[in-house]
């Protein structure tokens, strides 16, 4: 195995593709802080003078010495022909930190960087950091500090995560390592975790796997039983009175000839990556020879590694909109008892966070000409979190006195379009004018709230079509630059897909890896269950659903499709028990829920599990 080179000695000659963005430009500056020294930056074609001190050059063949590595921020298109670039001047570690990289583009990468003998990092990554040596790509230096356990993770948000609670608990780390989210990555991971393993700075390894069952344990197999410290299976402990590890196996395709025995395929320990027998049970002739090994009373603890663990509590946090948005689609107007009561209701199946109101203009949405009363009505819970909608800096004012008077909401959820067309129907404003009144709204609600940005039309518009992911991110931008850190991104027609939100999730995470991204998922083509899961596979911990499927655009303003709604609350919870994730909700109480909605207005709903019995 031929350690990759940011892990014997950490690069001292960087080159960094396209440093002059304003993401990248930020990028670069961490970096040097962190220790790393930037050789030069490379705009090919295009390079010139220098940049906060560093020359721009146009090709890797102008650099005065040979780079150790090279961090590539150049937007999707370009990002093959920086890693070609890179491959032919044998670059030894590629880190690319540039997202939403093409499928076909990623897989010639990869190539290109294998064929060079090169380590590709990427792409869709937050890249590596060797605490108190440098950082290669766009993890946040703050939340690494020297230790001896190394970090291994697919995830951004569970790379930064586990970086921040290693440093916060004080074990620290030897090296943090974001392969990136996308499917495509330049190295297997279990080459990364040999070299780990092999690192002889390195006294055990967290490896947070999103990759799922039986590919998981065969890397598990990949680490010697004592250096293993767990990861996304949870750690796979030595069989008693047997071999240190678990088969390397799992069902592949029928063999000709037969429609019950299945094929085995080769043992992952061996062949493919030139990794060496005696890792598994299935070659016990020898044993993984490490160099250096660590003795075991210097190992960590396993306790001492468990309070890196995250806080007990739900892992998937789902907001109840059936008061929000689930109504503002409907004519007629609800009595404000109902929906007191209906929200009680609710609060009762265990929703940590729920929509409770709006505060739009009665004459634009007379559904909601009762916030200050639903507010004052409603019973406050330990633990539940109101969230109102404001769409102008009105609204906010209006929050602002409910605050003061003790029945204001806790959340305040603020409107973007990402679309020009969507904009003007629904805000009747242009974006830029709605982006003035959102700072001004940030500015008003200062610390009072915790606010939430919502990003309209953030895949495909009514008006205008299909919507520019990079607008998108530009949004979620502007939404952080005001402090604005959770963001909701909605598909305001359903029409998004599921391998298009996990594109824009990665690249999102990608470059915002502090920020709380909610999936807020409509169900017009019967897509939004489908989408919110892929989003929440993704990574992301919080979505939006809404009790029957109810809700969809005002009912004064049309657009859109037949059928508007949101994910369906009963639905989405449902499956994801069933997947094993926690919600904290009880469904038997949650069905209730559903079918008093179906009474308070007066029709069944759309949920597919509410009537099964």
Known sequence: MTRAPFLSSFPRRVVVFNPTGRYAAAQVAAMREAGTR?????????????????PLLDDLRELPEPADAAVIYTPPEGVLDAVRACAAARVPSIVVAAEYVPVHDALAAAKLAREAGCWLVGPNTLGVCVPGEGLLGSIAPAFCAPGRLAVICRSGTLTLTMARLLTASGIGQRAVMHLGGDTVCGRNPAEYLAALAEDAGTAAVLYCGEIGGDKEYALADCIPPLRQAGGGHAGRPPRAGGPPHGPC?????????????????????RGAHGARPGRCHRHPEGTWPVSDPTPAEDMLDPAEIALTAAPAGHGIVLCECFARDGLQHETAILPTEAKIAMIERIADCGFRRIEITSFAHPGQVPQFADAEAVLRGVRRRPGLLFKATCPNPQAVRRALEAKAGGFGPEELSLLVSASEGHSQRNLHRSREEQWANVAEMAAQAGDAFTLVGTISVAFDCPFDGPTDQSRVLEDAQRFADLGVTRIAIGDTIGSATPPRVRDLIGWLHGALPTATFIAHFHDSRGTGMANTLAAIEAGLTHADSALGGTGGHPAGIAYGEGFTGNTCTEDLATALQAMGYATGLDLAKLREAGLEAERLLGRPLHSRTLHLG
Do not use: E, K
């Open 249 to 269: 196996r799992r069902p592949g395709r029928r063999r000709a000839g037969s429609r019950r025995r299945q094929a085995r395929r080769p043992c992952r320990c």
């Open 38 to 54: 930037i050789l030069a930056g490379i705009a090919l074609g295009r390079g010139c003078g220098a940049q906060d001190g560093i």
